[in-house]
């Protein structure tokens, strides 16, 4: 058969991947580049570059099995990397970075300030007693649960709702309205509830791109780059895709890109695809490739792998800053950094390259969506994959990829 890919992220280079073993495949993806989120910039000149990541960074083992098996199928190696926190709080001068006792109270005032104090132990109660308050929660959203069970301001603004905000990229409060048993659920798979038997996180050497590379290497000469997809049509003939180029008609077209994109796509869309598509809107997050160490907290000892600040006067969006040297193990003594939605306060003479990614937000409505993913799956000629059916990461690509090529016959 003839099969169109629209998007070349994670989802549909698997997608690509798996079905052109047996069929004729086409990508289209609207970008420069292949790879979605995974966004390799070389940096540095001489014989030496360095190859930083912008988008997709770290994975472990333990919750990305499938990634890993493709990995390992394409060989392609990956080292052990640091996965610390740390917040600063331009309101209270606070900041702490939680990987040990040493760096939590990296200011040492810290150990007499009642709030900060109150803060651990909320920490520590909602680790040990969350599952379980979670359970009785129903479909509340993390404000509603939080308000329920008193847990004090400092947990709330400088711990939790930093936290959820820098993991799924978003604005405080719209992490706030999330279900607070999505993200229970995610915080107890990925070892967040325990000091003790976390995953091991990693990065791919090199940088994600070389995955990317070998992936794409048995049909990349069948990749559009650069060409977006303005129509999908359902006819008796086949399914019309239609570029600036012109209009091709396909056995089966696989719509790898973001739901909303895949759904204005439609000409023609059935209630389920408005309905469950529909149901996972998007947040743009710029990110900032640069070499401004002042995005790092003051203390350094309070620099971690993930750096969330929290401006005085509130954000948009979420305000955090990967330290790539210490995720990628880059060499010094430049420091480099991908800093979110903060841009405006850095040098602009330190800056590198700007991007804008889309990442999915979570709704009241995405559980039952989600489980709607077969209804959408080789329907008249149309199917869809992408990370927001499950948490919105490189692992719930793959699994989203899988399920679709599983009804053609493929797997890993």
């Known amino acids: 058969m003839r099969v169109a890919i629209v998007g070349a992220g994670i989802s549909g280079l698997v997608t690509a991947r798996l079905l052109s073993r047996c069929h004729d495949v086409t990508v289209f993806e609207a970008g420069p580049w292949a790879g979605g989120h995974t966004n390799t910039v070389t940096v540095g000149a001489g014989p030496a570059p360095l190859s930083v990541d912008t988008g997709f960074i770290v994975f472990n083992r333990r919750t990305y099995p499938n990634f890993c098996t493709l990995l390992d199928q394409l060989g392609v190696a990956s080292v052990e990397t640091t996965m610390s926190f740390s917040v600063s709080c331009e309101r209270t001068g606070i900041e702490y970075n939680g990987t040990s006792l040493d760096t939590l109270f990296a200011q040492r005032r810290n150990l007499l ?97 070389r995955y990317v590379e070998a992936l794409v290497a048995p049909f990349a000469d069948r990749v559009r780059l650069s060409t977006p997809v303005r129509r999908v049509r359902r006819t008796a003939a086949g399914v019309v895709v239609g570029t600036d180029a012109g209009a091709e008609t396909f056995d089966e077209v696989v719509v790898a890109c973001h739901s909303d994109q895949a759904l204005a796509l439609l000409e023609d869309p059935s209630p389920a695809e408005r309905a469950v598509l529909g149901a996972f809107p998007y947040q743009a997050n710029e990110a900032v490739l640069h070499t401004d160490a002042t995005a790092l907290p003051a203390n350094r000892r309070a620099w971690a792998a993930w750096n969330y600040r929290i401006p005085a006067a509130g954000s948009d969006g979420a305000t955090v800053t990967y330290h790539m040297n210490a995720l990628q193990h880059l060499p010094g003594p430049e420091v480099y950094c991908v800093t979110l939605n903060d841009g405006a306060r850095l040098d602009p003479s330190r800056v590198l390259r700007t991007f804008t990614y889309y990442h ?53």
């Not at 939790?160 to 799924?168: E, H, K, N, S, T």
Request: positive net charge.
């Open 113 to 209: 300030r009642p709030g900060f104090l109150r803060m651990v132990r909320d920490i520590l109660a909602f680790n040990r007693h969350g599952e379980r308050q979670v359970a009785a929660a129903g479909e509340d959203t993390v404000e509603a649960f939080l308000d329920a069970h008193r847990y004090g301001q400092g947990f709330r603004e400088r711990y939790l709702v930093p936290m959820g905000a820098a993991i799924w990229s978003c604005p405080p409060r719209t992490f706030l309205r999330f279900p607070v048993r999505f993200v229970m659920d995610f915080f107890r798979n990925h070892g967040m509830l325990q000091v003790h038997g976390r995953p091991v996180w990693r990065v791919v050497r090199g940088g994600s791109a």
């Open 360 to 412: 999915p937000i979570f709704t009241a409505g995405r559980d039952a969506a989600r489980h709607r993913h077969p209804e959408l799956i080789r329907r008249e000629g149309l199917s869809y994959c992408g990370a927001y059916w499950g948490y919105g990461f490189h692992e719930d690509g793959v699994n989203s990829a899988l399920a679709v090529c599983r009804a053609f016959g493929q797997d890993l």
